[in-house]
């Protein structure tokens, strides 16, 4: 059987949303019921991996891809009525959980599925994203001062110390910027790196960045369709490692 992939959001959101039947919104004494009742959580886990898995049973190494899934949404929790409470906040709305989106830019599409979207302020739209790499201060912490040095280093030559996140998040923003136009929009990290040590960090999606990434992309996939240019290589093979092309590249 194919091990379970515990990077994806859904069982993180699947648990909080109820599952079978997601609530709309979740609140401080929802939370506290769920985490007072574990054994429950653990069997909401053990179903969705049965259902991943397409298997009757849960063996083998996903009986401790498991239990690390247990762990994570535990803290998920506590972070999430930590932040709650520390707001001085009762509950908070979520508006999707899933959500495939889509953008068209300059005759492209782009299609994603956000983790999950919420909203703690009224007015206010977060979009948060579970991940259980790697995530930098380059990848969420931009402002009017870094923006410019962000997108060189997004758009650059080498793809060493890329903030491959920013780009991931930034389009999450233009998936859903005209449709939350009157709301303010943060973007939020639940890493799996820092869940145990830090508290869940939002940052104000950065008007600046955006319009330099929408610059910058533009000309990328000019170059893309201008038939006059060949493709070629990339000059660094670390990429050729997980490149889906690298079988018809040759090299």
Same mark, same amino acid.
């Given at each position: 059987?194919?091990?379970?992939?515990?990077s994806r959001g859904?069982?993180?959101?699947?648990i909080? /949303?109820?599952?079978?039947?997601?609530?709309k919104e979740?609140?401080?004494?929802?939370?506290?019921?769920?985490?007072?009742?574990k054994?429950?959580?653990?069997?909401k886990?053990? @179903?969705l991996?049965k259902s991943?898995?397409?298997?009757?049973?849960?063996?083998?190494?996903?009986?401790i891809?498991? %239990?690390?899934?247990?762990?994570?949404?535990l803290?998920?929790?506590?972070?999430?009525?930590?932040?709650?409470?520390?707001?001085?906040?009762?509950?908070?709305?979520?508006?999707?959980?899933?959500?495939?989106k889509?953008?068209?830019?300059?005759?492209?599409r782009?299609?994603g599925?956000?983790?999950r979207l %919420? /909203?703690?302020?009224?007015?206010?739209?977060r979009v948060?994203?579970?991940?259980?790499?790697?995530?930098?201060?380059r990848d969420?912490?931009?402002?009017?001062f870094n923006?410019e040095?962000?997108?060189?280093?997004?758009?650059?030559? @080498?793809s060493?110390?890329?903030?491959?996140?920013?780009?991931?998040l930034?389009?999450?923003?233009?998936?859903i910027?005209?449709?939350?136009?009157?709301?303010?929009?943060?973007? /939020?990290i639940?890493?799996?790196?820092?869940?145990f040590?830090a508290?869940?960090?939002n940052?104000?999606?950065?008007e600046?960045?955006?319009d330099?990434?929408?610059?910058?992309?533009?000309?990328?996939?000019?170059e893309?369709?201008d038939? /006059?240019?060949?493709?070629?290589?990339?000059?660094?093979q670390?990429?050729c490692?997980?490149?889906?092309?690298?079988m018809?590249?040759?090299?």
């Open positions: 059987d194919s091990d379970f992939d515990m859904n069982v993180l959101g699947a909080q /949303s109820g599952t079978l039947i997601p609530l979740i609140s401080v004494k929802y939370i506290e019921e769920l985490l007072g009742n054994q429950n959580i653990k069997d886990i053990r @179903s991996i991943e898995l397409r298997s009757i049973e849960v063996t083998g190494r996903n009986l891809i498991e %239990d690390i899934i247990f762990q994570y949404v803290k998920i929790l506590e972070r999430d009525k930590e932040m709650l409470i520390k707001r001085g906040k009762e509950s908070f709305k979520i508006l999707g959980l899933e959500v495939q889509k953008w068209n830019f300059e005759g492209f782009f299609t599925f956000i983790d %919420d /909203s703690i302020n009224e007015g206010e739209l948060v994203d579970y991940k259980t790499g790697k995530v930098t201060d969420v912490c931009i402002d009017d923006a040095e962000i997108v060189d280093a997004l758009f650059g030559a @080498s060493e110390k890329r903030p491959k996140i920013a780009l991931q930034f389009l999450y923003d233009m998936f910027k005209d449709t939350y136009r009157n709301y303010k929009i943060c973007n /939020s639940y890493s799996t790196a820092k869940l040590s508290e869940v960090e940052f104000d999606m950065n600046k960045f955006c330099l990434v929408k610059a910058r992309l533009k000309v990328t996939l000019d893309i369709s038939l /006059s240019k060949p493709f070629f290589r990339t000059k660094d670390n990429v490692s997980y490149c889906d092309f690298k018809i590249c040759g090299r």
